[in-house]
């Protein structure tokens, strides 16, 4: 069975910084995308970054470029989004996503699998 847990979130001041993590079990991650995608009250679910399985490819959305950093440690599984400067638009829950690794479209899209998220709340 799947599963990918995240954690890391919390209550933060506007322009501090917090590091999301997820990790993935139940079977090999090998050449799936993983990406943080998150949903923010009275909103749709909206991409936030990806990364390749080697790393070498990431895609950020725009509201948070030059502010976030995603990263990947595949010897432990396990994915992290460090988000600095935040903002009190950046509340919401986020959520870590696996990629379908046979799926050729948009690169924020073709995500199977889910976490449960965890809650980011920036206060102003």
């Known amino acids: 069975q799947v599963q990918l847990v995240e954690s890391g979130g919390g209550l933060v001041q506007a322009g501090a910084s917090l590091r999301l993590s997820c990790a993935a079990s139940?079977?090999?991650?090998?050449?799936?995308?993983m990406g943080w995608f998150r949903r923010a009250p009275g909103k749709e679910r909206e991409f936030v970054a990806t990364?390749?399985?080697?790393?070498?490819?990431?895609y950020y959305a725009d509201a948070v470029k030059g502010r976030f950093t995603i990263s990947r440690d595949n010897a432990k599984d396990t994915v992290y989004l460090q988000m600095n400067s935040l903002k009190p638009a950046g509340t919401a829950v986020y959520y870590c996503?696996?990629?379908?690794?046979?799926?050729?479209?948009?690169?924020?899209?073709?995500?199977?699998?889910w976490g449960q998220g965890t809650q980011v709340t920036v206060s102003s």
């Open positions: 139940g079977r090999s991650f090998t050449g799936y995308y």
């Open positions: 996503a696996a990629r379908n690794p046979y799926f050729t479209g948009a690169y924020f899209q073709g995500y199977n699998d």
């Open positions: 990364i390749s399985w080697s790393g070498g490819i990431r």
